[in-house]
């Protein structure tokens, strides 16, 4: 498995964990994870990730979105 499939898989993961909770609660907790326990590196991945490919769950994308627009990412503008 490649390192963009790892990505989405951890990113899909949290998202589900976060699920339960409402949904502007639980995209800012995805935000507040990756932004806490994941490098800028994947957090920029993960935005390109969101903006390419789809294959996000609908909770991770919102908070690649989230993330794109706090860090200034020009392909976060969707």
Do not use: C, K, Q
Request: proline share 5%.
């Amino acid at each position: 498995m490649n390192e963009d499939a790892d990505l989405v898989r951890m990113a899909n993961n949290i998202a589900a964990n976060f699920a339960v909770y409402p949904e502007a609660e639980a995209i800012a907790a995805i935000v507040r994870h990756v932004t806490d326990f994941w490098p800028r590196p994947m957090r920029d991945r993960l935005v390109a990730e969101a903006h390419e490919s789809g294959n996000l769950a609908p909770l991770a994308a919102a908070a690649a979105r989230v993330l794109a627009a706090r860090d200034g990412h020009a392909t976060g503008a969707a």
